[in-house]
Each structure stands twice: as structure tokens, then as C-alpha cells.
């Protein structure tokens, strides 16, 4: 039986607009935030890249620039492999490495690393990378910032080289103190030998 009560009618229609606003209102949230989102993931100093199925699928400009490729779509559709050298730092080839740490970054939704890639004119250099696991229908995404440290690495290689030098000089150092040492004791006998050849010239100078 079709309820014909004229206030139950009205709530009905009241609810149904209500839904329908929270529904526009939901809907129109999330665009915002996709919105805000991409503003961000296009306007980041740091490279931004996402990949599903273990290749690229987009790439901010940073990443772009960072590569010095000429747009991105020298990125899109490429394993994280094929943008770096064949083999990283550790000797282990990039291609196996770089399956590993994205299976890391999927089974603890995050991780962090550093790693070589290299640029679009054949430069290597070095990045730390942030994976971070996004759900998506089906699966999930992998969100990648890459950190250019080059410069980091090259002030921890000064440093390293520096407190090398500071022991070789330390040892240096050493070798000469011991080395006086001795020569003192040579000096003092080879006086001692000469004041009792004061008599044998012929044999004084082979002792001064």
C-alpha cells in the first residue's frame, strides 16, 4: 500500500535532499583535494614520481628536470631500472635491487633508501628514496620522492678524506719521534766512540 501521509512525504523528500547535498558535498571534497593534491605533486622542489606494476605512469617537473630529459614522457612506462646505471654502489645490478626495495616499500607501506640513477646525458647521481604504498582500485600505487644528496655526499667524502689525512699526518708524526729517538741514541754513542779515538785519526773519520 502506497503511504499517502502528507508529513511522511515530506521527510521522505526532506531526506532524500539531504543525501543528494551530502552526496554533491562528498563528491565535491574529494575534487578539492585531488585539486590541492596535484598543485602540490606538480609544484614540489623535490622529484615526484608514481609507478604501478613497477613502472612510471607520471612524473612531476622536478623529476623531469632532475633527469634532464626533455619532457616526461621519457619517464612514463620505464622500470626504475632503466633510469639508473646497471649496477648500484653495493655491486648488485639495479634492475633486481629496485624489484626488492618497491616488494619492501609494499609490505611495510614505506621505505626509505639511497640510490644511483642516472640522467638523461649518462651523468650518475645520487638520490634518497621515498617509496610510500597508496591504495588504488586493484592494487596498490607507489608514491617515489627522490632527494638529490649529491652534494651531502660530496662534503661526507671530504670529511672521510680529511680525517685520513689527519691519520696518515698522526702516524707521520709518530714515525718521526721514534725515528729522533733513535737518532739521538746513535748520535750520543758515535761522541762517545770519537772521544776515545782521539789518538786514531785514521779511524775518527769514519765515526764524524
Given at each position: 500500500m502506497?503511504?499517502?501521509?502528507?508529513?511522511?512525504?515530506?521527510?521522505?523528500?526532506?531526506?532524500?535532499?539531504?543525501?543528494?547535498?551530502?552526496?554533491?558535498?562528498?563528491?565535491?571534497?574529494?575534487?578539492?583535494?585531488?585539486?590541492?593534491?596535484?598543485?602540490?605533486?606538480?609544484?614540489?622542489?623535490?622529484?615526484?614520481?608514481?609507478?604501478?606494476?613497477?613502472?612510471?605512469?607520471?612524473?612531476?617537473?622536478?623529476?623531469?628536470?632532475m633527469?634532464?630529459?626533455?619532457?616526461?614522457?621519457?619517464?612514463?612506462?620505464?622500470?626504475?631500472?632503466?633510469l639508473s646505471?646497471?649496477i648500484q654502489?653495493?655491486?648488485?645490478?639495479?634492475?633486481?635491487?629496485?624489484?626488492?626495495?618497491?616488494?619492501?616499500?609494499l609490505?611495510?607501506?614505506?621505505?626509505r633508501?639511497?640510490?644511483?640513477?642516472?640522467?638523461?646525458?649518462?651523468?650518475?647521481?645520487?638520490?634518497?628514496?621515498?617509496?610510500?604504498?597508496?591504495?588504488?582500485?586493484?592494487?596498490?600505487?607507489?608514491?617515489?620522492?627522490?632527494?638529490?644528496?649529491?652534494?651531502?655526499?660530496?662534503?661526507?667524502?671530504?670529511?672521510?678524506?680529511?680525517?685520513?689525512?689527519?691519520?696518515?699526518?698522526?702516524?707521520a708524526?709518530?714515525?718521526a719521534?721514534?725515528?729522533?729517538?733513535?737518532?739521538?741514541?746513535?748520535?750520543?754513542?758515535?761522541?762517545l766512540?770519537?772521544?776515545q779515538?782521539?789518538?786514531?785519526?785514521?779511524?775518527?773519520?769514519?765515526?764524524?
Amino acid at each position: 500500500m502506497v503511504n499517502s501521509d502528507p508529513d511522511e512525504i515530506d521527510r521522505g523528500v526532506r531526506r532524500s535532499q539531504s543525501e543528494g547535498r551530502e552526496a554533491d558535498s562528498t563528491e565535491s571534497a574529494t575534487q578539492d583535494s585531488s585539486d590541492r593534491y596535484r598543485v602540490l605533486f606538480e609544484n614540489s622542489a623535490d622529484a615526484i614520481l608514481i609507478s604501478e606494476n613497477d613502472t612510471f605512469v607520471d612524473c612531476n617537473a622536478a623529476a623531469v628536470e632532475m633527469l634532464r630529459c626533455r619532457d616526461k614522457t621519457a619517464v612514463m612506462q620505464t622500470h626504475p631500472s632503466e633510469l639508473s646505471p646497471e649496477i648500484q654502489p653495493d655491486g648488485r645490478r639495479s634492475f633486481e635491487k629496485a624489484n626488492e626495495m618497491m616488494a619492501i616499500a609494499l609490505e611495510r607501506g614505506s621505505h626509505r633508501f639511497e640510490w644511483d640513477h642516472m640522467r638523461a646525458d649518462g651523468e650518475v647521481f645520487p638520490v634518497e628514496v621515498l617509496l610510500t604504498a597508496v591504495p588504488r582500485e586493484g592494487g596498490y600505487s607507489l608514491h617515489t620522492v627522490w632527494h638529490d644528496i649529491t652534494e651531502r655526499k660530496r662534503l661526507e667524502n671530504e670529511l672521510r678524506h680529511a680525517h685520513k689525512m689527519e691519520a696518515v699526518g698522526q702516524l707521520a708524526g709518530g714515525i718521526a719521534h721514534d725515528f729522533n729517538n733513535q737518532l739521538v741514541g746513535i748520535l750520543g754513542y758515535a761522541e762517545l766512540l770519537a772521544s776515545q779515538l782521539e789518538d786514531r785519526p785514521d779511524l775518527l773519520e769514519h765515526v764524524l
